[in-house]
């Protein structure tokens, strides 16, 4: 009987143990592409945070320079074709067609 019952014992532990492999390696592979997947998204997500942190520190640095550089108030409102009161602007287009 003894020797029956560890027949039986080994045999469904044997068998618990080929199960588990066997599923082991049917859930795994997936998982770790997913997470692989979600660690490369991880990865763009965090450099697209790098990169509007610097976009926001330009910004407040143009910001900045608004509130206390009156030349570069000029130089952007000349960009932008603004003139003072009384002048005369001349704008030459290069793309003019002969």
């Given at each position: 009987?003894?020797v029956l019952?560890?027949?039986?014992?080994?045999?469904?532990?044997f068998t618990?143990?080929?199960?588990?492999?066997?599923?082991?390696?049917?859930?795994?592979?997936?998982?770790?592409?997913?997470?692989?997947?979600?660690?490369?998204?991880?990865?763009?997500?965090?450099?697209?945070?790098?990169?509007?942190?610097?976009?926001?520190?330009?910004?407040?640095?143009?910001?900045?320079?608004?509130?206390?550089?009156?030349?570069?108030?000029?130089?952007?409102?000349?960009?932008?074709?603004?003139?003072?009161?009384?002048?005369?602007?001349?704008?030459?287009?290069?793309?003019?067609?002969?």
């Amino acid at each position: 009987m003894n020797v029956l019952l560890t027949i039986i014992t080994r045999t469904t532990l044997f068998t618990a143990l080929v199960c588990l492999v066997t599923a082991g390696l049917f859930i795994l592979p997936p998982k770790i592409s997913q997470m692989r997947r979600l660690e490369n998204q991880r990865n763009e997500l965090l450099r697209k945070i790098d990169h509007k942190n610097i976009e926001i520190k330009i910004l407040k640095e143009k910001q900045q320079r608004f509130k206390t550089d009156p030349d570069f108030v000029e130089y952007i409102a000349r960009q932008n074709k603004r003139v003072r009161p009384g002048e005369l602007v001349f704008v030459f287009d290069s793309d003019d067609v002969k």
